[in-house]
């Protein structure tokens, strides 16, 4: 049985963890509602950008000379897979989740012959697929750790996606990242990116009212402004959801941490406080001895 | 003067969600005025300013836009901003930036199109930089 001395360390030791565990679920309670806020502050800017690009998209997709964005470059050969996950762990399975949706969509892609490569965006994904993946992955992008997701990440991630994609180095691109549900749900998503999926647009032109628009410069260019704008944000909204998956994730994570260091400390007190009371039973059973032997 | 609702929206947040008289929009072919029944237009933005009358005649909102997209429809305006601040929190500096963005831009423009649009659009920073800068 172990000393008192080494169970009282022990305790000691499983507190300052519950400590630091503890102060992260909170840390990440914060974060995660500013990072909720700022995925709801987004959503306006994507829903008008699908409205508007819906309505051009349907009336020049079938249009010759689309724009390659939209129309692709009629081949599925070859695969870029863009995971973005985040720069730390401890935040369960986050990280683990989204890298392994990739890794079977890879593994299922090169079965079929295709070909793949990786874009990653975050440290832990890039971790994890380098195993495997090594020589594949063309870069990986780091976030800083602490700053929050802006428009100009997004931004910068685009343009790397567009000009392998201009340089016809992939036909499809698909970005991996995890929706927020809820604190305790975070579902791995896979979204096509390249070429854009368009929704069809809701029945009747509504919106516009029956009345004719004009475009200004024409209808194909400002088409062809848009759809690469179109990529960053849904790479901006892929990484919102997932700045806001990461801490729900962390934050339960380190709630049950927390319960676990607390269930933990419980039974080593129970355990100290035992052997404690057999030590006094024997010091006092060796002195009543020693009264007797007298 | 009949109002209408405008809305201002970048990536990141919502800007300006209300009913005004008139706005002024830097279109990518000249500015143009936006009062209440326009025509239904798209336009594509230059970087510019954005000036926003909620009522006739007053003092106009000002706000920096650095390129995007105006949808003029019966239900109303609304811009699509890459990035928008109002114009009294710009920082000079951000200007700065932005131009020297572009004229890397210009000089690893890799074909003619690009370069042209690249010069085009330092041009429009050059010319925001004169005006507020």
Do not use: W
Request: with cysteine; proline share 4%; aromatic share 6%.
């Amino acid at each position: 049985m172990a000393s008192l001395k080494e169970l009282r360390n022990r305790i000691a030791s499983v507190k300052a963890t519950q400590k630091i565990t503890k102060a992260m679920q909170m840390v990440a309670a914060a974060k995660l509602r500013r990072a909720q806020l700022a995925a709801e502050a987004a959503r306006p800017f994507a829903q008008r950008m699908e409205r508007v690009l819906s309505n051009l998209a349907t009336s020049l997709k079938d249009a010759p000379g689309a724009p390659l964005l939209l129309s692709g470059t009629g081949s599925q050969q070859r695969h870029l897979l863009v995971v973005a996950t985040a720069e730390r762990g401890l935040c369960g399975g986050f990280n683990s989740s989204i890298s392994r949706l990739a890794r079977d969509r890879a593994n299922k892609l090169l079965a079929e012959g295709k070909d793949v490569q990786f874009l990653c965006v975050g440290r832990k994904g890039a971790d994890v697929l380098r195993r495997q993946f090594g020589p594949r992955i063309r870069e990986v992008i780091e976030l800083g750790a602490n700053k929050q997701v802006g428009y100009a990440d997004a931004e910068a991630i685009a343009a790397k996606v567009l000009a392998l994609y201009q340089a016809g180095e992939f036909d499809v691109a698909t970005l991996f990242f995890s929706s927020f549900r809820s604190v305790i749900s975070q579902v791995p998503t896979a979204q096509q990116i390249v070429p854009a999926e368009i929704p069809a647009v809701e029945a009747g032109a509504e919106a516009t009212g029956g009345a004719i628009y004009e475009y200004e410069p024409s209808e194909e260019e400002i088409l062809e402004d848009l759809l690469p704008k179109n990529v960053a944000i849904q790479i901006f909204k892929g990484l919102l959801e997932n700045a806001a998956s990461e801490q729900g994730a962390r934050m339960s994570a380190m709630d049950s941490a927390t319960r676990n260091a607390g269930e933990m400390i419980k039974k080593l007190t129970l355990n100290y406080n035992r052997t404690r009371q057999a030590q006094i039973t024997k010091e006092l059973i060796e002195i009543i001895s020693g009264a007797e032997a007298l | 003067m009949d109002s209408f609702p405008f809305e201002l929206v970048s990536p990141e947040k919502l800007l300006i969600s209300e009913d005004v008289q008139h706005v002024v929009v830097p279109g990518v072919e000249g500015e143009f005025g936006v009062l209440a029944h326009h025509a239904p237009f798209m336009s594509v933005l230059k970087p510019g300013v954005v000036k926003v009358y909620k009522t006739e005649g007053g003092e106009p909102q000002k706000l920096f836009v650095r390129g995007g997209f105006a949808d003029v429809n019966p239900k109303g305006l609304t811009i699509l901003a890459d990035e928008a601040t109002p114009l009294d929190q710009l920082d000079a500096s951000r200007i700065d930036v932005l131009i020297a963005d572009a004229q890397e831009d210009v000089v690893e423009a890799k074909t003619d199109d690009e370069r042209l649009k690249a010069e085009i659009r330092l041009s429009h920073f050059r010319q925001l930089k004169a005006v507020h800068g």
